[in-house]
């Protein structure tokens, strides 16, 4: 037993391709078998991706602590109280953080160095993740746009993958000015400005920007608090001040 348990960087990574294609195989071409073992009348049930390239959806082990890291409980308990596709997409993120944890556990536990944790974190990179598979971001570009005339609004109605959801937004609305050479001249100036109507900086193409699907204007996820994984799963997302609008009325 104990001889099977990876010790190299190329056996760890060997190791988390087998889990990973497991748990792919579950989420996609066994979808309606994994579904159906979710049951959420069922005690917690976790998704375990297997070195021999098999799944199964049982109880976590009782051993505490375990012997490996353990996924993340109680996958089935969510299972009907989301549309199908957001409920994988939701066990799909799990997963990653899950074989993630799983091959650096044995990097710990055998003593990897700097170097051999670097060397073994750009092999899992270069493989797209298993969330990328089931929503098929994997196959959309990564590249964000690079020219302010080419943005095309995303917000919280129409949900792109996660590998595009760096927000970008199309120029601001004129504003009105007494003098109108003055109101040219000035959206000549701010063609293509963006600002954040949480802190009012400027748009840029390497942050992840959310748009509220009520006042339409457009925010840093890192001011209001969503990451792009979050944002895949919100049908409409109301900035923090129309949220609280709502509340009083």
Known sequence: MENSVPRTVEEVFSDFKSRRAA?????????????????????????????????????????????????ALGINFARDGMQEKDWLSLV????????????????????????????????????????????GAAKQTRDPPHNNSNKSKSSGKPRQPESQLKAVKVSPPKMENDSGEEEEEEEEDEQGATLCGACGDNYATDEFWICCDICERWFHGKCVKITPAKAEHIKQYKCPSCSSKRAKV
């Open 92 to 135: 799909a993120v799990h997963s990653d953080s899950w074989l993630l944890s799983v091959a650096f556990y044995f990097g710990a536990r055998f003593g990897f160095g700097k170097s051999e944790r670097k060397r073994l974190f750009q092999m899992i990179n270069d493989l797209p993740t298993v969330f990328e598979v089931v929503t």
């Open 23 to 71: 748990l792919i195989k579950a989420l996609t071409t066994d979808v309606e078998k994994f579904y159906q073992q979710c049951d959420p009348e069922k005690e917690n049930l976790c998704l375990y991706g297997l070195p021999n390239e098999t799944w199964e959806v049982n109880l976590p082990v009782e051993e505490v602590p375990p012997e490996l890291p353990e996924p």
